[in-house]
């Protein structure tokens, strides 16, 4: 699949991340004025012109950071320049040029490719006279933009457009299955994500917490589009310290909303904490399919961790999961990775799956017979059920009085149904609604 690549180039803290939001549309990037808050490359899918093209954002380049992560952000940068087809250059207005710039400028020469000029936070007229002086890097006119105030974007895109290549190649880029891959700090995400990928997408660092994006990895995988989310590995809330930190809590539950699948990584070489314990509820009340991943195989069997234990110490600590698959690998070493991607694809079969009205009615009665609903009072009954929705299967059932049907109840409906029917790893969720007339008739 071939899409034209859009790099956003600069020095750190021009508004290159803001920028990025601003052609989105929404917070893609965490904006927090404290240089080198992006660390890996975060892109977006646009659509503008007739044309369909990815916009990265990257770090800043010269960044000097104190966590030794420089020449991890310096290599995504080059990565990200090499890889695109038209480099977009932020420098700051309201600021002023820095000599910073000038290495940029010369940077980007050398690399013989369409250049866009942006002059970033441009919010006065002092700043529109101070944006001019960017003529200097003779790479034609540049752009008056306000990223925070949205003001000059369309003008933007339309020049990004003029630039870009001939779209012989260029294909409409379609969703893709949404994977979030989520997990405690260090437990080996972006390995994970970088090995699925072909090549070094986000840092990987024995820095834990090298990711503080949740950075969207389009891959192929046997003709089938993937899009991986490797979000920022989460700590106690007591811990959030700063801004960043909690924007990259937020990102890591916002992305779990909006995937198809989650996958909840662990290293098993430890044992469960808190943050885990979190996500996995998390994961829960969102209803999403989810596989447990034990990573860092390789290590649990050099230090002789048993195996089917540690399976069953998670198993008990995390009950509301029971139905979900566990899968084993190294993404270090790239052991079970083709397993857990089959499982993964399985999952989300099993949680695209109708039933029929009919077959439902008739497993509901069953159950019915079985196991009546109790409770003080009035007769909890069950009239009608059809299905509503998929991922997760969603189950519309007209009763008496939806509250007695809550808690152990509507655990042993799930149970039945996932009996039944092709949902024995995924969550089922039962949307209960009150009718008078109409009991569920004998099919």
């Given at each position: ?9 600069g ?18 990037s ?13 892109s ?16 800043g ?97 339309d ?149 089917e234990?540690w399976?069953?110490?998670v198993?008990?600590?995390?009950v ?53 609903p ?11 059920a ?17 509250e ?13 149904l ?26």
């Amino acid at each position: 699949m071939s899409f034209s690549s859009v790099a956003i180039i600069g020095r750190p803290n021009v508004g290159k991340s803001s920028l990025l939001n601003a052609i989105a549309g929404r917070r893609v990037s965490i904006v927090e004025p404290t240089a080198g808050v992006t660390r890996d490359r975060v892109s977006i899918f646009v659509d503008w012109g007739g044309r369909h093209f990815e916009v990265v954002d990257t770090g800043g380049l010269g960044l000097v950071d104190e966590v030794r992560l420089k020449e991890h952000v310096t290599a995504q940068i080059e990565v990200a320049m090499q890889e695109a087809d038209v480099l977009v250059f932020v420098v700051d207005a309201k600021e002023g040029l820095a000599p910073m710039d000038d290495d940029v400028a010369e940077r980007l020469r050398r690399l013989d490719k369409p250049i866009v000029l942006v002059a970033n936070k441009v919010e006065g007229r002092k700043d529109e006279i101070e944006a001019h002086e960017a003529w200097r890097f003779g790479f034609d006119e540049p752009h008056l933009v306000s990223a925070k105030e949205g003001f000059g974007i369309r003008d933007l895109l339309d020049a990004i457009v003029e630039k870009l290549p001939a779209k012989e190649t260029e294909e409409t880029p379609h969703d893709g299955l949404k994977v979030a891959i989520v997990g405690k700090r260090n437990s080996g995400k972006s390995t994970f994500v970088n090995l699925l990928a072909g090549g070094d997408r986000v840092i990987v660092s024995e820095l834990a917490g090298t990711t503080r994006d949740a950075v969207d990895v389009r891959f192929e995988r046997d003709g089938k589009t993937w899009v991986a989310i490797d979000t920022a590995g989460l700590r106690k809330k007591s811990r959030v310290q700063d801004a960043i930190e909690f924007f990259s809590l937020a990102r890591a539950e916002q992305s779990i909303r909006r995937a198809d699948l989650v996958f909840l990584m662990f290293d098993i070489t430890e044992t469960l904490s808190q943050v885990d314990k979190k996500l996995a509820s998390f994961v829960i009340d969102q209803f999403k399919p989810c596989i447990l991943v034990g990573n860092k195989l390789d290590l649990a069997v050099e230090a002789g961790v048993p195996i089917e234990k540690w399976e069953a110490y998670v198993r008990q600590q995390l009950v509301g999961l029971s139905f979900a698959p566990l899968s084993f690998m190294s993404a270090k070493d790239g052991i079970h990775i083709e397993e857990t991607m089959r499982l993964g694809e399985e999952l989300y079969e099993q949680a695209s799956t109708r039933v029929s009205t009919g077959e439902l009615n008739r497993v509901l009665q069953v159950a019915r017979e079985r196991l009546a609903p109790k409770g003080p009072g009035k007769i909890p009954k069950l009239f009608y059920a059809t299905q509503v929705d998929v991922c997760p299967p969603t189950i519309l059932v007209f009763v008496n009085e939806p509250e007695l049907f809550t808690g152990q109840y509507d655990r042993y409906l799930q149970n039945r149904l996932r009996e039944a029917f092709d949902w024995k790893e995924i969550p089922i969720r039962i949307v209960y609604r009150r009718r008078e007339k109409v009991e569920l008739p004998d099919l």
